[in-house]
């Protein structure tokens, strides 16, 4: 019997996809991998290590073009090292998007 007990207030979908972002004041658009999605937030994986606090916007690339990017508002909570190199930064989605609302540049 599974006596597991859910705590979270949305579930995790585990993802493997790309991840564009681009740190707030900045222009330069960073890669990464997303690991995990929920309503709330999500996990992606990064060469760059981001404070909490840090505020992001993101597109989600999804592996199909009938698909558009989910894209995104969203805030550091945690970062943590990974394996070579890498972090796992945990944020908050705080805001959904419309391409409109990215700029030309990105996603």
């Not at 909490?52 to 199909?64: D, E, N, Q």
């Amino acid at each position: 019997m599974n006596d597991f007990i859910e705590k979270r207030d949305f579930y995790r979908m585990v993802v493997d996809g790309e991840v564009r972002y681009r740190i707030e004041g900045e222009s330069q658009v960073s890669t990464g991998k997303v690991k995990n999605l929920s309503n709330s937030g999500l996990l992606m994986s990064s060469d760059r290590e981001m404070a909490p606090g840090t505020k992001i916007t993101i597109a989600i690339i999804p592996g199909h073009s009938i698909t558009p990017p989910l894209l995104a508002d969203a805030k550091v909570i945690r970062s943590d090292s990974a394996e070579s190199d890498q972090f796992n930064i945990a944020c908050s989605i705080d805001r959904i998007l419309t391409e409109s609302d990215t700029g030309p540049d990105f996603p």
